[in-house]
């Protein structure tokens, strides 16, 4: 009578662990090489980009509070003669 061995038989979570582990490391090998460079050139494009809005921010900020200050001085009352 034919026996399978155990291990080929068993897909169990020791299987999956396994597997799941081997596919790690064949993408290590191949995506790493590719990965560095592009993270570093996503680094600089977020930056680029994080320091614009930043920009932005501010000035919208400024242009509230030069607004809130123009609205306040609007309804103060005015020196009389």
Known sequence: ???CKPELTDFGPSYRRRAFH???QVARRHI???LKPEQEEAEKE???VAFAVRGD???VSEEIDECRRS???AHAPRPGP
């Open 46 to 48: 977020y930056r680029c």
């Open 1 to 3: 009578m034919l026996r």
């Open 32 to 34: 790493a090489p590719w």
């Open 71 to 73: 609205r306040a001085g």
């Open 57 to 59: 921010g501010q000035r």
């Open 22 to 24: 081997e596919a790690q």
